[in-house]
């Protein structure tokens, strides 16, 4: 099953494409996706061709470790598709996740499973503990995984541990943390427009710009001016 999934992604590879995503995923020495190797596959193409595979949680774990980002992207897919057809298994499955969250390493692997799976099984949990341990880490990804998979709380109207997540992570010096905590920000505002207001009346004078700047996209554009200017 494995060896007819690797097969279907090689005959679908693509070298131009390819090329284009090792630039765009930061690939190179010293950047955030170094070492990540494309097939050159489109995301949707995977996610169908994924559809057609149910494979073992070793199965996956051969694909999570391949030093090519298709092999992980369709890993994880695979993994959600596990997930949602397995109530008996979920633990199990988030636990598997929660093992590899080194190897979800890059952002669209983080955006295209952590809600999925780390959100969706801790929605309802009295014990997040481990979702701060994540926003504590020292680890870019479970930096990410942590914001994003509160997408899933947001979708609820939970915006509690959104908020808090987003305050642990003020501080942080990364691009793509900032990008991440501003787009949580910016989903809690589409719902709650005074909970967003009222944490960037607190921290909005000292956030990185680029979080500040998703966070307060959907404004008119006179207060993003008035906010952005520090004149709020």
Known sequence: MLGELIKDLEIRKN???AEILQKFF????????????????????????????????KEIQILL????????LCGLFCLIDKYKRNEKLKEKIF?????????INNWDLVDLSAPSI???FLLNKQDKKILYLF???KNLWEKRIAIVSTYVFIKNNKFGDTLEIAEILLKDNHDLIHKAVGWMLREVG???IKALENFL???YSKMPRTMLRYAIEKFPEFKRRKILLGQW
């Open 26 to 57: 930061k690939t190179e020495k010293g950047e955030y996706g170094e070492g990540d190797v494309f097939l050159g596959i489109r995301t949707p193409v995977q996610r169908k061709l994924c559809k057609k595979y149910n494979l073992t949680l």
């Open 65 to 72: 470790n391949s030093k090519i980002h298709e092999h992980r």
């Open 15 to 17: 070298k131009e494409q």
């Open 201 to 203: 009346k607190k921290h």
């Open 118 to 120: 780390f959100g969706e």
């Open 135 to 137: 926003a504590k880490s």
């Open 190 to 192: 589409k719902r709650d």
């Open 95 to 103: 636990n598997f996740y929660t093992r590899n969250a080194k190897k």
